[in-house]
């Protein structure tokens, strides 16, 4: 998914591949009393594949969260149908605490709006622990476009393409609907995953993409790419200079969005303790420097607070995408 971000996030991983092998070697032998909690080591699930943003996420947050439950936290990779198999996986795991879940917003609150009912993921079969961090999307434009701004990307209208990243994710839909209320045309082409709609980007196959922030910042900082607009509701502080969607008048703020989750029906008490220990992990320095590095802007509320936004968020992207009777669902 991921260009440029590996490098940028490699040391990170790999410091928190060893921490955790470290503290599997010394903590997480199963047993003690039927009330004690944790037991043995609680795995991490990841919808998505090993190396990318959620991915590293789930690293950072899992090593931390291991030193202060005494117990390791291994994180498992299952990517497919953006996160959906992962999580309906986990959910349908016993509400013990030891199986646990990375959840991106967009699984939530967009991916249903391109899939079929019995394909959609609903927090009723989840707890959700605690919110994480935000990850914004940019739109960039081709060195070679000559697009300077979103005027520019207007005026170009019908004689320009443009790439997408995924059915169902956050870049498709703030893209999407960008294009629906400034009344832009293009052709689209579409792609996978963020990183090679990016590529396409800088040898100008496409004009310009929507990609999450830490994809594009190296390309931003070298001058390869030129950025246009970002979709949050406030300027991001890693692209001061660079204009928000709604500050530059249209209805689109999306944010990629991530929390932990567990299976519904978790005992209170265990609730409570993993609760403590995230709670201690996002609290940590080495937590604090990894989404320093990378981009995220900390978004560390309750799991009953997450559970709220998301919902609102859920119901805002149905009404813009019948507003604009825009299709999401892959052709």
Known sequence: MNLARPVLLGLTAAGSVLALTACGGNVGASGGSAGDFPAEPITLTVGQAAGGSTDLIARAVADA????????????????????????EVAGQPADGHNLVLLNASLITITPLAVGEEEAVSLDDLEVLKGLSQDDYVMVASKASGFEDL??????SGQFSYGTTGVGTGSQLAQTVLFEQADIEGTEVPFDSGSPALTAVLGDQVQVSTVQLGEA?????????????????????????????VESGYDVPVSQYRAVAAPEGLPQEVKDRLVEAFDAAVASEEYQQFNEQNLLTPHEISGEEVEQEWTELAERYRELVEEHDISLAEE
């Open 65 to 88: 969260a291991a030193e202060d439950l005494g117990v390791a936290v291994p994180v498992v990779n299952k990517p497919g149908a953006n996160g959906a198999l992962a999580t309906q």
């Open 151 to 156: 005027q520019d990307v207007e005026a170009a």
């Open 217 to 245: 910042k190296p390309q931003i900082d070298a001058g390869e790419v030129t950025p246009i607009v970002v979709f949050s509701e406030e300027r991001n502080r890693f692209l001061p200079d660079v204009p928000t969607a």
